[in-house]
């Protein structure tokens, strides 16, 4: 949930190249059956990571590798992909590897590690802090909707499309056609219940018997999902901004801007205390500001360096993705009074960019993928593929059309700003094959370890209840920790959050449940 989708191509941070190998192991492998009825999956099992110096301007620490697992799990002889993964090697007594997932769907984490990895730095007492890019994303076969991705999805009314809902169905299952074509067989496979599988070959492959995992956002979907197949398996599991497991992609999109819109008035309130705000000294006023903004972007787009002219809608998804935490208020600041003081775009875009651009190829084969050719509009594409792999709901024409008024409606009084743009959650997955029941009917009542859930009150992309519902339907095993700030996931943003997740993942010291966090803890 790190990343929401746009009709246009967005990407946070660029995958990184590095030199990689595997060699193999023999030891502690899941026995085929007797019958022969289950795929023989121990040649994947039989792997061991060869860490080698990444070759590419990162922390000089930073050792970089690979694994292989199926295309198809189903069918293991039928082709393979290797997933990029890359490590900061533990400094105290090594106890095993922890395993991170940022979020999305749809993000890199060796990249996310490389720029990041200081956060983690506390855990390489006791570990090797391990990231890899998922199936389908970054360097590990990534998915695109090609070089003319965003254009079916448009149209030239005002309303992209909701005027004439028929044409625009058309349009969206055009362009899931593009995406299936420019995707490569990876795009049938990508699904969080073949990522958890993807994890566990991971597990085994770092030379652990058990998984410690730290997931962020959609990360804890992938979390969930991995104790649900895995229960035996699994070790220290903390899941830190927690996803929905049950709600449709229409409960979600509706959740999302609710939340958005909280944090675009919290932020629009900072900033009009400062005189620098270019909306002006009045809350009330400012807000209007921003929508006016908006609505003059999508009339007249301002031109670009990249050819499309930069809309509303590109503003929408910029704010949003800068909203995600509130130290980066001052900086969208500045980036909205350039755009509307002097029509400079640069600022915003680097919210929605990452500030990184990629050449725009496809995918063209199996292995990891160099740095330069991953796709522009991976993550976009990887975040629709993803989600719509995991929600078995597929309304027909003749519903969508019937519900689209209403949906709009119920979105744009979710969020004036937000609602226009995440209402298209409803509609992404039109056109493509209908996803797994697997996680709405089977994540629930895991009877495995103890493990950590922390929900944020002020998290404006996985609310608070989100954490409390999926922690009673994990059952028992799940213990909450309510952190009482702002901003998505608490790790990053909460001292008292940081060392009880780490004391938790270090030394087994799980928080009571009911445990808080809250603004004026440090370090409790």
């Known amino acids: ?5 746009s009709t246009r191509p967005v990407v946070r941070r660029c995958a990184f190249t590095g030199v990689v190998g595997l060699a193999l192991l023999a030891a502690g492998l899941p026995a085929a059956a007797a019958d022969g009825a289950r795929p023989d999956l121990s040649r994947f099992y039989r792997q061991k990571v060869a860490w080698k110096k990444c070759d590419m301007d990162a922390p000089k620490d930073l050792q970089c590798g690979k694994v292989t697992v199926p295309l198809d799990y189903s069918e293991p002889a039928a082709g393979t992909i290797d997933l990029a993964l890359a490590r900061y090697r533990a400094t105290g007594k090594k106890r095993g590897s922890v395993l991170l997932n940022f979020g999305g769907p749809g993000g890199a984490g060796v990249s996310e590690l490389a720029a990041g990895g200081d956060e983690f730095m506390s855990l390489t007492n006791g570990y090797d802090v391990v990231s890899f890019d998922p199936r389908g994303v970054g360097r590990s076969s990534p998915v695109s909707c090609g070089d003319g991705s965003d254009e079916p ?3 030239e009314d005002e309303d992209n499309g909701m005027s004439d809902p028929q044409a625009l169905l058309r349009q969206l299952r055009t362009a899931a056609a593009q995406c299936a074509e420019n995707s490569g067989p990876v795009l049938r496979h990508i699904g969080t219940v073949d990522a958890s599988r993807d994890l566990d070959v991971m597990r085994q492959a770092v030379g652990d018997k058990k ?8 990360g804890t979907r992938l979390g969930a999902v991995y104790a649900a197949q895995f229960p035996k398996k699994v070790g220290r599991l903390v899941l830190d901004g927690v996803d929905t497991l049950t709600e449709s992609m229409a409960e979600q999109g509706i959740a999302g801007a609710e939340g958005q819109q909280t944090a675009l008035e919290d932020f629009v309130n900072w900033c009009v205390k400062d005189i ?9 006023d400012a807000r209007e500001q921003v929508v006016q903004l908006i609505e003059s972007l999508d009339q007249d787009p301002v031109p670009t360096d990249f050819g499309d002219g930069f809309t509303g809608q590109d503003l929408v998804g910029a704010i949003g993705q800068a909203l995600y935490s509130e130290d980066m208020w001052p900086s969208l600041e500045r980036a909205l009074a350039s755009l509307v003081e002097d029509g400079d775009t640069r600022g915003v875009m680097a919210f929605a960019t990452g500030g990184v651009a990629f050449p725009h190829r496809a995918n063209t084969g199996d292995g990891l993928v160099d740095a330069d050719d991953v796709p522009l509009d991976n993550l976009p594409a990887a975040l629709m593929a993803i989600n719509c792999a995991d929600d078995p709901d597929r309304p027909g024409a003749d519903r969508i059309t019937k519900d689209l008024g209403r949906l709009r409606e119920q979105y744009e009084q979710a969020s004036p700003v937000f609602g226009r743009y995440r209402l298209t959650e409803v509609l992404m997955c039109y056109g493509r094959p209908k996803g797994t029941d697997f996680i709405r009917d089977k994540v629930r009542d895991v009877h495995g370890p103890k493990m950590l859930l922390v929900g944020t009150r002020g998290d404006p992309a996985t609310p608070y209840r989100w954490t409390t519902e999926t922690a009673k339907r994990l059952g028992s095993s799940a213990v909450v920790l309510d952190n009482k700030g702002e901003g ?4 990053a943003s909460s001292k008292c959050v940081h060392n009880k997740v780490d004391r938790f993942l270090l030394y087994g010291s799980l928080p009571p449940t009911g445990s808080s966090c809250g603004p004026e803890d440090d370090d409790a």
Not at 276 to 284: E, L, N
Request: include cysteine; glycine fraction near 10%; proline fraction near 3%.
């Open 1 to 5: 949930m790190l990343a929401k989708l």
């Open 153 to 155: 999805a448009e149209t």
């Open 211 to 218: 998984l410690n995992y730290l997931g962020f956002s959609y």
């Open 276 to 284: 620098a705000c270019p909306f002006g000294q009045d809350a009330r």
């Open 488 to 491: 998505h996931t608490g790790y």
